[in-house]
C-alpha cells in the first residue's frame, strides 16, 4: 500500500473539538483507574520480574475493573411505552464507557503472554481508547490508525494514554486492512476485529451474556444489541448458547439488532432476506456524528451476527439519526442514564416492533454503552 495514504498527529498540533457532547457519548473514567492501581502498573512494568508475576497483576486488573456492568429496570419507560420488565445492560460503567473494553483487555493480557510489545488496530474512536488504556496499563505500545473522515472527539484520549495516531487516507474497512498489514510487516500484534483473535474476542463479549444470567436467574426473552462488525452480538449469541447447551437456562433468548438506516451489511442482509452479509457500495454511505459507530460497508463478523438472529427467530431494523438522538434523550430524561446515540439501536428495533405486536410481560433486555 503506498505508504504516504497516512499521517501522524500529536497532542500538540491535533485540532480537538469540544470533549463531550451528546453525539459523541462515550467518557472514559481511564485515568481515574491508571491512578488507582499504580502498584499494580509498577509490577507489571517491571521487567526484572518473572513473565508469570506481571501477567498476574494483569490480570487482577481486568477482574477488578472490566465487565459486571450494571444490569437496570427501566421502569419509567416501561410506563411509557408498555413494554413490561424492560433491562438495561449498561457497558458505560466500564472504564473507558464502551463494551470494547472487554476484548481490548483480553487482547493486551493476550499480547502480553506471547511476548508483544506493541498493539496495532484501526478504530472510529471507542475501541481505540479502550486499547490506548489496555495497553497502557499492560506497558505495551499502541498504535492507531484512524481514517481522515471520521469525526471522533475521543483522539486526545488516545494521545494522552501514550498511543501512537495515524489518519489514514481511506475508510474504516481499508484502515482495518492497513492495520493489519503493518502488523504483519512490523511483527505486532494485531487487534483488529475478525481474524485470528476472532475466538478471544467472542469469548469477552460472552462475558456480557453470563452476568446476565448472573442477575436474572434465566435467560430474558429477547436481547437486543446495536450492530456494527457483528462480533458483539456473536459474542452474547455464544455466551447464551453455552449456558442453554449446559442446562443454566431454560431457553435461548431472541437476538434483535439494529444499526444505521441503509448503511449496514447485517441489518440490510435481514431487512433483505439475503442468506449472508453482502458489501454495500462504500461510495453510498455517509459517515456522520451520529451514526459512525454503525456504519460499515463490510461487516467483518457480519455472518457471525446473521447466525444468531436466524437460529433464536429474531429480527433486526434500521434507524435514522434522529431516531436514535431522540432515544437517547429518552433514557436521560426518564432513566437518568447518558446513552451513546447510536447504542440505541437495539433498542429502538425492540421498541418499535413491540408497537406493531404488544409483546406480553417478559424479561427484555438491550444492550447500551455511554458515560457514567
Known amino acids: 500500500m503506498d505508504e504516504n495514504s497516512h499521517h501522524s498527529e500529536s497532542g500538540n498540533n491535533f485540532n480537538i473539538d469540544k470533549p463531550y457532547d451528546l453525539i459523541d457519548g462515550a467518557k472514559s473514567s481511564g485515568f481515574e483507574i491508571i491512578k488507582d492501581l499504580e502498584e499494580r502498573k509498577k509490577i507489571i512494568a517491571d521487567t526484572s520480574l518473572s513473565i508469570e508475576e506481571r501477567f498476574e497483576a494483569f490480570e487482577d486488573v481486568i477482574e477488578s475493573e472490566i465487565g459486571d456492568t450494571s444490569l437496570v429496570r427501566a421502569r419509567n419507560i416501561e410506563r411509557e411505552t408498555g413494554l413490561r420488565q424492560l433491562y438495561l445492560k449498561f457497558e458505560g460503567s466500564n472504564p473507558s464507557g464502551t463494551q470494547k473494553d472487554r476484548i ?4 493486551a493480557a493476550d499480547a502480553m503472554r506471547r511476548g508483544f510489545d506493541t498493539i496495532t488496530l484501526a478504530t472510529c474512536g471507542n475501541y481505540g481508547v479502550a486499547c490506548a488504556l489496555a495497553a497502557s496499563i499492560a506497558g505495551l505500545k499502541c498504535h492507531i490508525f484512524i481514517p ?3 469525526h471522533t472527539v475521543r483522539i486526545q484520549e488516545m494521545i494522552d494514554l501514550g498511543a501512537t495516531i495515524e489518519r489514514v487516507n481511506g475508510d474504516y474497512e481499508f484502515s482495518v486492512q492497513y492495520s493489519s498489514e503493518y502488523a504483519l510487516k512490523h511483527e505486532l500484534y494485531d487487534a483488529n476485529p475478525g481474524g ?28 437486543a444489541v446495536p450492530v456494527s462488525n457483528g462480533t458483539t452480538v ?11 447447551r449446559r442446562g443454566k437456562t431454560s431457553r435461548m433468548p431472541k437476538f434483535v439488532v439494529g444499526s444505521s ?18 458489501d454495500l457500495v462504500p461510495k453510498k454511505i455517509k459517515e456522520t456524528k451520529v451514526n459512525e459507530a454503525l456504519i460499515n460497508w463490510h461487516s467483518i463478523d457480519g455472518d457471525f451476527a446473521l447466525e444468531a438472529v436466524r437460529n433464536t427467530n429474531g429480527w433486526g431494523s434500521e434507524a435514522t439519526d434522529k431516531m436514535m438522538i431522540s432515544a437517547s434523550k429518552m433514557l436521560r430524561e426518564k432513566e437518568g442514564i447518558l446513552a451513546m446515540p447510536a447504542s440505541t439501536a437495539g433498542l429502538i428495533a425492540l421498541l418499535n416492533k413491540h408497537k406493531e405486536e404488544n ?8 444492550i447500551l454503552t455511554g458515560r457514567k
Open 261 to 278: 438506516f441503509r448503511k449496514n451489511p447485517i441489518t440490510r442482509a435481514l431487512e433483505l432476506n439475503k442468506d449472508t452479509c453482502e
Open 234 to 244: 456473536a459474542g452474547i449469541y455464544r455466551g447464551f448458547l453455552s449456558l442453554y
Open 359 to 366: 409483546f406480553v410481560s417478559a424479561r427484555y433486555v438491550t
Open 196 to 223: 485470528q483473535n476472532i475466538i478471544l474476542q467472542l469469548k469477552a463479549y460472552g462475558e456480557i451474556a453470563y452476568e446476565i444470567y448472573d442477575d436474572l436467574r434465566d435467560a430474558p426473552s429477547i436481547v
Open 148 to 150: 481522515d473522515t471520521y
Open 104 to 107: 481490548a483487555f483480553a487482547q
